[in-house]
């Protein structure tokens, strides 16, 4: 797999705060993070199943070092796992109570929320796990079954993203 000169700089530089800490860069760290790029958001059972040389604990422990190193974030989108995403990628999420998708939200949409909340009480935002629960079009609309259970409807269609467990 060809990498580029970016990918192959982050990957040495992340080997090098590795060693700092003793730790090595190893295959199966590369496969999770490799997992939770091409993911977007992604469970940790998700991402074990993407990266086929590590297992399910050897994920857990990999995404609490990489989120320690500020390398992946994660947010709570529903009431399962937590969803694991890289850490540059810093937006808010918009999540259907009813079907769990994972709606994305136009850029700048909280900004004179977070600026308000910064300046009127000296509060500082974390967007990481800044997330607005609703209900999106399709279940509002009546594509609900009774007692708030959903089934299936494809939110692409419409513009919306898969949530991490319709994935």
């Given at each position: 797999m060809a990498t580029t000169p970016t990918a192959d700089t982050?990957?040495?530089?992340?080997?090098?705060?590795?060693?700092?800490?003793?730790?090595?860069?190893?295959?199966?760290?590369?496969?999770?993070?490799?997992?939770?790029?091409?993911?977007?958001?992604?469970?940790?059972e998700q991402i074990a199943a993407a990266a086929p040389n590590a297992d399910l604990t050897t994920v857990y422990r990999t995404l609490e070092l990489l989120e320690d190193l500020g390398v992946v974030a994660h947010a709570h989108l529903d009431h399962g796992a937590p969803a694991y995403r890289p850490a540059d990628d810093r937006h808010i999420h918009v999540v259907c109570h009813s079907c769990s998708a994972v709606i994305p939200a136009p850029d700048g949409l909280a900004d004179e929320l977070i600026q308000r909340l910064a300046l009127e009480r000296d509060f500082a935002v974390d967007v990481a796990h800044f997330t607005?629960?609703?209900?999106?079009?399709?279940?509002?609309?009546?594509?609900?079954?009774?007692a708030g259970h959903s089934h299936a409807h494809d939110h692409a269609a419409s513009g919306e993203q898969k949530s991490a467990q319709e994935r």
């Open positions: 982050e990957a040495r530089e992340l080997a090098a705060r590795l060693r700092d800490r003793g730790l090595r860069w190893t295959q199966q760290r590369a496969e999770v993070l490799s997992a939770v790029r091409s993911l977007g958001h992604g469970t940790p607005v629960f609703g209900i999106c079009s399709n279940c509002r609309d009546g594509h609900v079954m009774a």
